[in-house]
T-cell receptor, first 113, second 117 residues
Framework: GQNIDQPTEMTATEGAIVQINCTYQ??????LFWYQQHAGEAPTFLSY????GLEEKGRFSSFLSRSKGYSYLLLKELQMKDSASYLC??????????????FGTGTKLQVIP | DTGVSQNPRHKITKRGQNVTFRCDPI?????LYWYRQTLGQGPEFLTY????????KSRLLSDRFSAERPKGSFSTLEIQRTEQGDSAMYLC???????????????FGPGTRLTVL
């Protein structure tokens, strides 16, 4: 099993930068995902990290430190449409050799004018 | 639109009735996952298929729940004798096999929202 912790809610201002942290405890770590989920909609893929370091994709970046069990999602130049929940998900290879993805509870981000 | 479709999008049923949901994954994806999500929570893993084989089942999946993927393409999730606690969004996701960021990523369908009265 594994624990995934991320803040429940955050508020940030339009045009600013926000960092959403995620910590996890797992054995057999095999990748970390960030998903965006607007209210009432399905999660959509944002980023994937399996090696330590920073992955940049436009206004979104994701960082991973496997030794610390830590990741963050960085959102730059915030727009109102970025108001959503951001889900951290960790994949692990279990004892049966199968890969299971476990999601955190999500961080609800509110972008204000 | 990720290419994963689910039907129906909404289902309202009375307690004790049986319901069945369908998921059509992206055509070249051989992995298929079912999740359940309640308000304010992340998706909870229910079960996983590789082709037609059901390889993993969560302990959350009681004996009232059954999932199939008979030809390795679409999948169905059936809930028998529904209870009010089954009310949730049921999400299906698929991914391609192999390694790498493109094939490792799960793509979600729009979900089926179940309300049990």
């Amino acid at each position: 099993g594994q624990n995934i912790d991320q803040p429940t809610e955050m508020t940030a201002t339009e045009g600013a930068i926000v960092q959403i942290n995620c910590t996890y405890q797992t054995s057999g770590f095999n990748g970390l995902f960030w998903y965006q989920q607007h209210a009432g909609e399905a999660p959509t893929f944002l980023s994937y990290n399996v090696l330590d370091g920073l992955e940049e994709k436009g206004r979104f970046s994701s960082f991973l430190s496997r030794s610390k069990g830590y990741s963050y999602l960085l959102l730059k130049e915030l727009q109102m449409k970025d108001s959503a929940s951001y889900l951290c998900a960790v994949r692990e290879r279990n004892s049966g050799g199968y890969q299971k993805v476990t999601f955190g509870t999500g961080t609800k981000l509110q972008v204000i004018p | 639109d990720t290419g994963v479709s689910q039907n129906p999008r909404h289902k309202i049923t009375k307690r004790g009735q049986n319901v069945t949901f369908r998921c059509d994954p992206i055509s070249e994806h051989n992995r298929l996952y079912w999740y359940r999500q309640t308000l304010g929570q992340g998706p909870e893993f229910l079960t996983y298929f590789q082709n037609e084989a059901q390889l993993e089942k969560s302990r959350l999946l009681s004996d009232r729940f059954s999932a199939e993927r008979p030809k390795g393409s679409f999948s169905t999730l059936e809930i028998q004798r529904t209870e009010q606690g089954d009310s949730a969004m049921y999400l299906c996701a698929s991914r391609a096999g192999g390694q790498g960021s493109r094939t490792d990523t799960q793509y979600f369908g729009p979900g089926t929202r179940l309300t049990v009265l």
